[in-house]
């Protein structure tokens, strides 16, 4: 089901197709190999201008704005950085670890200076994104919130996940327009909690079924040498049963989250956000990706990320309070790219709020 | 591009999300291209030379956008018509080479040898420009932090008496004898004992050429053959530089595993990841294989029996049974015996 059409109530609407990204990407893939990975820094800029260039609400489109220079420059830093991390723990491991505590120090800000360099480079319908995160903030949300998650044996976990969310949202802007987030903490606990619930489901029904258990996955592992064939046997159907509770249990909490999250964000000027993804959707697409890609030795991958980016804004929409005419970018100044890279190598996500 | 044309689309101002309807005309003048933004109600709302205008390069079916130098932006959807001003720009050519076709095919087989030649090749002659860049200092201080480490977590000092010692120790120069002269001189070969209860009989090297040796290693092999079979395969490590070699190579596997695979998606930069140790294990393993080799050629110049270092691992073998740690890193015992067999059967006699 999509979301309504009506005047004041817009769908996200996604026009890129798989035929025409295949294209962008394997030129891509194929001169980042030939250049041995300096031009995944211009396949990065193309891949993003590509996306947000297709994403569209009311005719008007998103657009992404960083040069491959500009990324290159962040990467080439931060590879530097990592070969002598790597070759001071190598050398001193007392140093190391005083690296590794100013690195624990430094990465509120490298995730701050992310953020900021991801925003300021996007724009929507002509109008700059911002972000305005200070250091405290983002030192609070990834230092605080998680230690007290683990003394508390991660009960809060909805509340710092909520926090981070909070902290992404609510210090974008779109020009002078302030985005914020109002998602109750209520809709965090019943997301997590029927995540446990499909854990619990799933693990109870393997083992009164088939009589699976630790104990049986222990003696199996212990058993590898005299008997594989069997052991494999029960070693597989252990991790099929891991990967049927975890994986969609993951899927669950990330629907249900996202449309709490989409459904409570609201854009100055009167503009909602609304989301509709449903877990079982969002799980088959996610499994039924990874089936194809894998058969395809990474070949329809680039149809994998079509389909997955048109679910989703098939099911993201807006209300309009007032017109899109009345947005106003701010002055800003460049940000490096520095965090940006850093986030790229170590795989975190800090992408828009949209 | 001498033609005058016009192109229908949408003006921003700058730093606005007003959105107005414009049309964009292109024409000659003083024998250049320029254009002008030219609203409904027939406003100029900018003008300049095309050669003074960024223009965003062809992206798919994106629409296309002009910015002046004031901030204007003009956008448009008429691609074909579009094309007329940055037709022959680099952006073009990139986007004639993107657009969906046979000569894909071709790039697809491209980059999949491209992918296995980088992986077989190119992260080899990486890792070893990146070794040739490492000054001696750092190999050398290398070597030092790794003994303070092993000293402090896990060795004690050896209990082997000065005749034990002794064995091992003119084993080992007769060894390093053979060696040419040039590696000889380009490293610090030391060889040290520890008494190592944890690891059992081993023996390992270091970057920089300094060689341990566990009590357990001299304890259980009485055979001087088996000795200088092992010393030989340490100094290959060291000779053909393994250790900085195999550091080298996993970083620059994971950091292009991370900036080639992009949006892949959690599930699948698991994978990859994953497939990425695994590849790293087989790795390490011809790097066993390459150690035996140099190994048996230089305890056999030197006048040993290369046959020392397969009796090694039929005792290991009886010893340990087959260790699945042994084999993940290393490859497995029988295998080795069999290398080892079909290696000496070509070895010059002596």
């Given at each position: 089901?999509?979301?309504?059409?009506?005047?004041?109530?817009?769908?996200?609407?996604?026009?890129?197709?798989?035929?025409?990204?295949?294209?962008?990407?394997?030129?891509?893939?194929?001169?980042?190999?030939?250049?041995?990975?300096?031009?995944?820094?211009?396949?990065?800029?193309?891949?993003?201008?590509?996306?947000?260039?297709?994403?569209?609400?009311?005719?008007?489109?998103?657009?992404?704005?960083?040069?491959?220079?500009?990324?290159?420059?962040?990467?080439?830093?931060?590879?530097?950085?990592?070969?002598?991390?790597?070759?001071?723990?190598?050398?001193?491991?007392?140093?190391?670890?005083?690296?590794?505590?100013?690195?624990?120090?430094?990465?509120?800000?490298?995730?701050?200076?992310?953020?900021?360099?991801?925003?300021?480079?996007?724009?929507?319908?002509?109008?700059?994104?911002?972000?305005?995160?200070?250091?405290?903030?983002?030192?609070?949300?990834?230092?605080?919130?998680?230690?007290?998650?683990?003394?508390?044996?991660?009960?809060?976990?909805?509340?710092?996940?909520?926090?981070?969310?909070?902290?992404?949202?609510?210090?974008?802007?779109?020009?002078?327009?302030?985005?914020?987030?109002?998602?109750?903490?209520?809709?965090?606990?019943?997301?997590?909690?029927?995540?446990?619930l499909w854990i619990v489901a799933v693990f109870a029904i393997a083992a009164l079924t088939t009589g699976l258990s630790l104990t049986a996955f222990g003696e199996a592992t212990m058993a590898l040498e005299n008997d594989p064939a069997s052991a494999i046997a029960v070693i597989a159907a252990f991790y099929f049963v891991f990967f049927l509770g975890f994986i969609p249990a993951g899927v669950i909490y990330q629907a249900l989250t996202r449309n709490a999250v989409y459904n409570g964000t609201f854009l100055q000027g009167g503009h909602r956000l609304r989301s509709n993804v449903s877990a079982l959707q969002l799980f088959w697409i996610a499994v039924s990706n990874l089936v194809v890609v894998v058969c395809t030795l990474g070949l329809m991958l680039p149809w994998a990320q079509i389909r997955t980016a048109r679910y989703l804004a098939d099911h993201t929409g807006v209300e309009l309070g007032s017109s899109l005419d009345e947005f106003i970018g701010v002055q800003q100044e460049a940000t490096s790219a520095?965090?940006?890279?850093?986030?790229?190598?170590?795989?975190?996500?800090?992408?828009?709020?949209? | 591009?001498?033609?005058?044309?016009?192109?229908?689309?949408?003006?921003?101002?700058?730093?606005?999300?007003?959105?107005?309807?414009?049309?964009?005309?292109?024409?000659?003048?003083?024998?250049?291209?320029?254009?002008?933004?030219?609203?409904?109600?027939?406003?100029?709302?900018?003008?300049?030379?095309?050669?003074?205008?960024?223009?965003?390069?062809?992206?798919?079916?994106?629409?296309?956008?002009?910015?002046?130098?004031?901030?204007?932006?003009?956008?448009?959807?008429?691609?074909?018509?579009?094309?007329?001003?940055?037709?022959?720009?680099?952006?073009?050519?990139?986007?004639?080479?993107?657009?969906?076709?046979?000569?894909?095919?071709?790039?697809?087989?491209?980059?999949?040898?491209?992918?296995?030649?980088?992986?077989?090749?190119?992260?080899?002659?990486?890792?070893?420009?990146?070794?040739?860049?490492?000054?001696?200092?750092?190999?050398?201080?290398?070597?030092?932090?790794?003994?303070?480490?092993?000293?402090?977590?896990?060795?004690?000092?050896?209990?082997?008496?000065?005749?034990?010692?002794?064995?091992?120790?003119?084993?080992?120069?007769?060894?390093?004898?053979?060696?040419?002269?040039?590696?000889?001189?380009?490293?610090?070969?030391?060889?040290?004992?520890?008494?190592?209860?944890?690891?059992?009989?081993?023996?390992?090297?270091?970057?920089?050429?300094?060689?341990?040796?566990?009590?357990?290693?001299?304890?259980?092999?009485?055979?001087?053959?088996?000795?200088?079979?092992?010393?030989?395969?340490?100094?290959?490590?060291?000779?053909?530089?393994?250790?900085?070699?195999?550091?080298?190579?996993?970083?620059?596997?994971?950091?292009?595993?991370?900036?080639?695979?992009?949006?892949?998606?959690?599930?699948?930069?698991?994978?990859?990841?994953?497939?990425?140790?695994?590849?790293?294990?087989?790795?390490?393993?011809?790097?066993?294989?390459?150690?035996?080799?140099?190994?048996?050629?230089?305890?056999?110049?030197?006048?040993?029996?290369?046959?020392?270092?397969?009796?090694?691992?039929?005792?290991?073998?009886?010893?340990?049974?087959?260790?699945?740690?042994?084999?993940?890193?290393?490859?497995?015992?029988?295998?080795?015996?069999?290398?080892?067999?079909?290696?000496?059967?070509?070895?010059?006699?002596?």
């Amino acid at each position: 089901m999509s979301l309504e059409q009506t005047s004041s109530s817009h769908q996200f609407k996604f026009t890129g197709n798989a035929k025409e990204w295949f294209g962008v990407w394997i030129v891509n893939l194929l001169l980042s190999i030939v250049t041995i990975g300096i031009y995944s820094a211009w396949a990065k800029a193309r891949t993003k201008k590509y996306f947000y260039g297709n994403t569209h609400v009311d005719g008007r489109n998103f657009d992404y704005h960083a040069t491959g220079g500009q990324i290159l420059k962040g990467r080439l830093i931060v590879i530097a950085a990592v070969v002598v991390f790597q070759i001071v723990v190598a050398l001193m491991p007392i140093l190391g670890i005083i690296l590794l505590i100013a690195l624990v120090i430094f990465y509120p800000w490298l995730l701050t200076r992310a953020m900021m360099f991801n925003a300021r480079l996007s724009s929507f319908s002509n109008v700059r994104f911002n972000f305005v995160g200070t250091y405290w903030e983002a030192f609070k949300v990834f230092f605080i919130y998680p230690i007290l998650c683990l003394l508390t044996l991660y009960t809060t976990f909805p509340i710092l996940d909520r926090a981070m969310k909070r902290f992404s949202i609510d210090n974008h802007r779109l020009g002078t327009a302030e985005f914020g987030m109002s998602a109750p903490i209520g809709a965090f606990y019943k997301a997590a909690g029927l995540a446990l619930l499909w854990i619990v489901a799933v693990f109870a029904i393997a083992a009164l079924t088939t009589g699976l258990s630790l104990t049986a996955f222990g003696e199996a592992t212990m058993a590898l040498e005299n008997d594989p064939a069997s052991a494999i046997a029960v070693i597989a159907a252990f991790y099929f049963v891991f990967f049927l509770g975890f994986i969609p249990a993951g899927v669950i909490y990330q629907a249900l989250t996202r449309n709490a999250v989409y459904n409570g964000t609201f854009l100055q000027g009167g503009h909602r956000l609304r989301s509709n993804v449903s877990a079982l959707q969002l799980f088959w697409i996610a499994v039924s990706n990874l089936v194809v890609v894998v058969c395809t030795l990474g070949l329809m991958l680039p149809w994998a990320q079509i389909r997955t980016a048109r679910y989703l804004a098939d099911h993201t929409g807006v209300e309009l309070g007032s017109s899109l005419d009345e947005f106003i970018g701010v002055q800003q100044e460049a940000t490096s790219a520095l965090g940006d890279a850093y986030a790229d190598i170590e795989g975190i996500d800090v992408g828009l709020p949209i | 591009m001498s033609d005058p044309f016009s192109l229908t689309g949408y003006v921003y101002l700058r730093g606005s999300s007003r959105r107005t309807d414009a049309r964009l005309d292109s024409a000659q003048h003083d024998g250049l291209a320029w254009v002008r933004i030219i609203a409904t109600d027939e406003e100029e709302l900018a003008r300049s030379p095309v050669s003074e205008v960024q223009i965003d390069a062809a992206l798919g079916r994106t629409p296309r956008k002009l910015t002046f130098a004031d901030g204007t932006v003009f956008e448009t959807s008429d691609h074909a018509g579009f094309a007329q001003l940055d037709g022959n720009s680099r952006g073009a050519r990139l986007h004639r080479l993107e657009r969906f076709g046979p000569h894909l095919i071709g790039f697809t087989f491209a980059c999949l040898a491209g992918a296995y030649l980088l992986w077989r090749y190119g992260l080899d002659i990486l890792a070893a420009m990146a070794v040739a860049m490492t000054p001696a200092v750092v190999v050398e201080q290398i070597d030092r932090g790794t003994l303070q480490t092993i000293d402090y977590v896990m060795a004690e000092p050896s209990r082997l008496n000065e005749a034990e010692k002794d064995r091992a120790r003119v084993i080992y120069e007769r060894v390093i004898a053979v060696l040419p002269e040039e590696e000889r001189n380009a490293r610090d070969f030391t060889l040290l004992f520890r008494d190592m209860p944890s690891v059992g009989p081993n023996a390992f090297a270091l970057p920089s050429g300094t060689m341990v040796m566990t009590d357990d290693l001299i304890r259980s092999f009485a055979n001087e053959n088996v000795i200088a079979g092992i010393l030989g395969h340490e100094i290959g490590h060291v000779v053909e530089e393994h250790g900085l070699r195999r550091l080298y190579r996993s970083l620059g596997a994971y950091i292009l595993v991370a900036l080639l695979a992009g949006d892949t998606g959690p599930l699948m930069e698991d994978l990859l990841l994953e497939g990425n140790a695994l590849l790293a294990l087989s790795y390490g393993r011809k790097q066993e294989t390459s150690a035996d080799e140099f190994g048996l050629t230089l305890s056999h110049r030197a006048g040993y029996d290369p046959g020392g270092l397969k009796q090694l691992f039929e005792e290991l073998s009886d010893m340990m049974g087959d260790d699945i740690q042994w084999m993940s890193s290393h490859p497995s015992h029988e295998n080795r015996i069999k290398a080892i067999d079909t290696f000496i059967d070509g070895l010059p006699v002596r």
